[in-house]
């Protein structure tokens, strides 16, 4: 692994020598759980998570110092926020999104019965299949189209495989965290095609994010509640969330505190203007939040499409709420999260497509992780991708900031009456900022080292037993919210 500077922040590499470079038709390579061991190690892996850090980065707040004095201002990127200026690509991919939506209007409802999504999608899909080809040589940069090798194949082939993986899955009407990575890795073929201009400040990263990949995932909540759409490899209750991941990261950076002056990211804390981990129960505060955070807009359609107590439907999110470190901690703990729970999951990633631009071919960098139980006890004839065939890590879950006595094994568990996560990341007094190094292979071990500890634990976990005591909770103002346990997994 190349070292890279700590106060400068990592950047997906552009191609320099396009004419030299062999474009390859996306293939499938993980067939079976222990593929993914080397997906681990790929160059693919090694560019997702720059790509992810390089996005993640440009969304915390920025200190800007007044060179007439001495006084310091501190800009935050909400959502439709005017400090943040459209390229002309990033209005142009707008366009083409906002045209995706209009597509749904074209395809009516099927009134057949059905019992899971509306075949209607179908007809969806193959729209998009029969005009993906124009909608990108119409809204991308000709220079990012245009490229071929000696073969005849061009980058149409690899950019067209990762947008059509983005909407869905047609054949099993479904979507996912697997779909939302598609699309990661679309921007990031533009990206490394040299479609994005290139900025110091993160200014294009962040219209990335408001500007593209939040209206992206508005258009797939509106296939979702259209069509009904199932979620694709979920974990059920256990899940961070049903469909999306995305949206929690950058969500979290937006009210995280702002970069240090020598562009140090911050370990811990939050925006003096921003709410509470804990507001994500109170459905009015969550509205209010919605239209400028990601975080909350991601929060917001759970409530759209579940009824009930938050802790009961959505248990994962609820423990996160309880960390008192702020929302610096808590991005840190998602983007663990990401790589324990999607990059290293089967069922999520199986179906990932690998060309040139993102390449299967060993990272020479990266050192071999460590056996994992999870990935080698998953079956190889788990390919609907559907299902999950193990609920998320508990150790990923405590990295998060859940409290240990409210990670439980029902969804029926009650908050922690303290409201003070365990978790070693959360731990108070630990270096306020951590710098902009990116190292895969840290990344690779913790993922690995939480799907152990999840199986380990998994063969050996008990069902709660205790009564409730109702004289206290994490959000005593929720009425909604069940006293603590005093369950033996609880202690």
């Given amino acids: 692994m190349t070292s890279l500077k700590p106060n400068t922040r990592v ?24 593929d ?29 110092k007044d060179v007439h004095s001495t006084q310091e201002t501190v ?12 390229s002309d690509v990033i209005n142009r991919l707008q366009v083409m999104i906002h045209l995706l939506d209009q597509l749904i209007d074209e395809v009516p409802l099927d009134t057949g019965p059905r019992r899971f999504g509306n075949v209607s999608f179908r007809k969806w899909h193959e729209l998009l ?5 124009t909608l990108l040589e119409q809204h991308l940069p000709l220079q990012v189209l245009s490229i071929t090798d000696e073969s005849g194949l061009g980058s149409m082939s690899e950019i067209k495989a990762y947008f059509l993986g983005s909407f869905g899955s047609a054949q099993r009407l479904d979507y996912g965290t697997g779909h939302e990575l598609s699309f990661l890795a679309f921007l990031g073929c533009i990206w490394k095609l040299g479609g994005f201009r290139t900025s110091t400040s993160g200014e294009e990263e962040r219209s990335i994010v408001t500007g593209v990949i939040e209206p992206y995932l508005a258009l797939v909540r509106r296939l979702i509640l259209t069509y009904t759409l199932e979620p694709a490899g979920s974990h059920g209750v256990w899940g961070l969330d049903d ?53 909350f807009s991601a929060i917001g359609f759970i409530y759209d499409v579940k009824k009930g107590p938050f802790w009961e439907h959505s ?32 069922p999520v990633v199986q179906h990932f497509p690998f060309g040139s631009l993102f390449s299967w071919d060993r990272d020479p960098s ?30 990923s879950a405590v990295q998060m900031g859940a409290p240990a006595s409210r990670v439980g094994t029902a969804a029926a568990h009650p ?43 998994e063969s050996s976990e008990m069902r709660p037993t205790g009564q409730w005591n109702s004289e206290s909770s994490v959000h005593n103002n929720d009425a909604s919210m069940p006293p603590p346990t005093k369950a033996p997994w609880a202690r």
């Avoid at 850090?53 to 920025?62: G, I, R, S, T």
């Avoid at 800009?75 to 459209?86: P, R, V």
């Fill in 11 to 34: 950047t997906l590499c552009v191609l320099e020598d396009y004419k030299s470079h062999w474009f390859i038709a996306p293939a499938k390579r993980i067939n079976e759980g222990q």
């Fill in 366 to 395: 990266a050192e071999p992780p460590p056996v994992s139980v999870h990935s080698s006890s998953h079956s190889t004839d788990n390919s609907s991708g559907s299902l999950a065939t193990n609920r998320p890590s508990v150790q």
């Fill in 315 to 346: 248990p994962t999110l609820f423990d996160i709420s309880g960390v008192r470190a702020g929302w610096a901690k808590i991005n840190k703990g998602m983007i663990k999260m990401y790589n324990a729970e999607v990059l290293s999951k089967f």
């Fill in 243 to 295: 469909h999306s991941f995305l949206p929690y990261i950058f969500g979290s950076a937006q009210y995280a505190p702002a970069m240090s002056q020598d562009g140090q990211i911050p370990m811990e804390g939050s925006r003096v203007t921003a709410p509470d981990p804990g507001n994500v129960v109170k459905a009015n505060l969550v509205e209010k939040e919605r239209k400028k955070n990601m975080y």
């Fill in 129 to 133: 299949e029969d005009r993906v080809e």
């Fill in 75 to 86: 800009k935050f990127w909400e959502l439709g926020s005017a400090h943040i200026q459209y």
């Fill in 415 to 457: 908050p922690n009456s303290s409201g003070n996560t365990q978790a070693p990341w959360a731990k108070q007094g630990s270096q306020r900022y951590m710098t902009t190094r990116f190292d895969p292979n840290a990344v690779r071990v913790a993922a690995n080292v939480s799907d152990n500890r999840d199986s380990e634990r």
């Fill in 36 to 64: 993914v061991s080397s997906f681990l190690v790929s160059e693919a892996y090694r560019d997702i998570m720059v790509f992810l850090m390089q996005l993640n980065y440009a969304m915390f707040p920025c200190s800007i």
